[in-house]
């Protein structure tokens, strides 16, 4: 059985959501918390800035490959 476009994009962009509310929430945030530095910036803030930036890399490659 093949699910139509748009009901495959929206669960797409839902599994997104979910990655990025699990990514952000405390319990996986509080992976980043280190004392280790990055280019001489601290870790957490760098860790979060990538996680956001894939998180909209993924998104913008889904809406684009989906035709939206």
Same mark, same amino acid.
């Given at each position: 059985?093949? @699910?139509?476009?748009?009901?495959?994009?929206?669960?797409?962009?839902?599994?997104?959501?979910?990655?990025?509310?699990?990514?952000?929430?405390?319990?996986?945030?509080?992976?980043?918390?280190?004392?280790?530095?990055?280019?001489?910036?601290?870790?957490?803030?760098?860790?979060?800035?990538? @996680?956001?930036?894939?998180? @909209?890399? &993924?998104?913008?490659?889904? &809406?684009?490959?989906?035709?939206?």
């Amino acid at each position: 059985m093949r @699910i139509a476009r748009p009901e495959r994009r929206l669960q797409r962009l839902l599994a997104l959501f979910a990655a990025g509310w699990l990514l952000f929430d405390f319990p996986l945030m509080s992976l980043w918390v280190r004392d280790t530095t990055v280019a001489g910036l601290p870790f957490l803030p760098v860790a979060l800035f990538a @996680i956001w930036a894939v998180l @909209i890399g &993924l998104l913008a490659w889904t &809406l684009e490959r989906e035709g939206g």
